[in-house]
């Protein structure tokens, strides 16, 4: 059975013990070409759906080790295959794209790259997820096992994926024969970094990992008038008022205690003077879980509610608040338990027991998901990498601070032990996966 750490442990000790097996350790010449490609990707950022010259330098990594090579799979998606005798095959995905965020790390190769939003709007855009630590790892490790053919037998399926950040990438893939141009995988693999474990660890979770998450735009209609004269209207930014209070008992009071769900108002947008009812509030959710039968309800008791709410109002059928889903839906993350408990064990032999934790699910998301949904079941892991300066997490943590979050701006992480530590365990997961 698998011991399951309770609370995270942060050891330092990375830079000056010996813990990672050789066998899997990149070679120094690598690592110091894996460092210069991670600041070329970190400088060098592209938003969602545009990862042109991203894409095209990870085919180019891709064919320099002896990869076939197609492009523009779902957009802009990169798939590579490496065949090597008989034997299972195993996918190994990256993101590739990043967030409209300006840089604010001050890093010598920090993005100073700005572009146009889908909106036209003037943004910076930075690597405030990680990606470009995923394309690097994911490299590397292509790298590293070209060079250990002698050590595997079977068929590598590595992915470079576009539009993590906006959802649409994995479904993109998928829906463009991924499964079916391509060789279908037995297993599937991917990491994501971590911005609350040092550098040098990695975090496992089995089963539930991340969630579903959905973003719902609300627009309530009213009747508009001034400010004096009240009675004469239907306020809409009072029924929005109403809603999200009534919003707030969805969580608390309709779904078992027992299944985890988050149901937060974003975003509300009404009115241009103090003085003036307005026609019309829009609002923006974001709704998160795991299971779901659990998604399903909580959107009915959204659309349940805003009829309920509009209706007490006077509000005509055909002026109900309009309730929309977007259509960037992504599914839980389900890390399939028994790759989980194969695994565990590798990670542990490859850089230290103490370096592998079991962590908690969290309520963020990742379309990695999708490509342990479909009807061919591939069993699927996703792993968190350890990316700060162990350092700097033990000061945080002595001083009750907090850390940089993904997604935050000044997010940086520690490059040569996070570039090591990943190819490591991810070549290390394959050879296992794949081994004679």
Known sequence: MI??????????????????????????????????????????????????????????????????????????????????????????????????????????????????????????????CGHDMHMTVWAGTARNLANRKNEWSGTLVFIGQPAEERSGGAKAMLADGLYEKFPKPDYALALHVSSGLPAGQIGLCAEYAMANVDMVDIT???????????????????????????????????????????????????????????????????LRSYKDEVRTAILEKIKRTCRGVGLSAGLHEDELPVVTVRNESTPALFNNKSLVETLFPVFQSTIGEEQVLMLFPVMGGEDFGRYGRTEEKVPILLYWLGSVDPTVVEKTKSEGGTLPSLHSSKYAPLPTPTIRTGVATMTAGVLHLLKK
Not at 21 to 31: G, L, T, Y
Not at 62 to 67: I, N, W
Not at 238 to 264: H, K, M, N, Y
């Open 220 to 286: 309530i209609t009213g009747h508009g008038g001034h400010g004096a004269y009240p009675h004469t209207t239907i306020d809409p930014i009072v029924l929005s008022a109403r809603l999200i209070l009534d919003f707030q008992t969805i969580i608390s009071r309709e779904i078992s205690p027992l299944d985890p769900g988050v149901l937060t108002v974003g975003s509300i947008h009404g009115g241009s003077k103090g003085n003036v009812i307005p026609n019309e509030v829009k609002l923006e959710l974001t």
């Open 3 to 128: 011991k399951k750490y309770l609370l995270l442990t942060f050891v330092a000790t990375f830079f000056t013990s010996n813990i990672f097996c050789q066998d899997v350790f990149p070679a120094a010449k690598d690592i110091t070409y894996l460092e210069d490609l991670y600041k070329h990707l970190h400088a060098n950022p592209e938003l969602s759906f545009h990862e042109v010259a991203s894409s095209k330098r990870m085919a180019e990594e891709l064919r320099t080790v002896g990869f076939t090579v197609t492009e523009n799979v779902g957009g802009y998606g990169v798939v590579g295959v490496l065949k090597n005798g008989a034997g299972p095959t195993v996918l190994v995905r990256a993101d590739m794209d990043a967030l409209p965020i300006v840089e604010a790390t001050n890093l010598p190769y920090a993005s100073k790259v700005k572009t146009k939003d889908a909106e036209g709007k003037e943004v910076g855009v930075m690597h405030a």
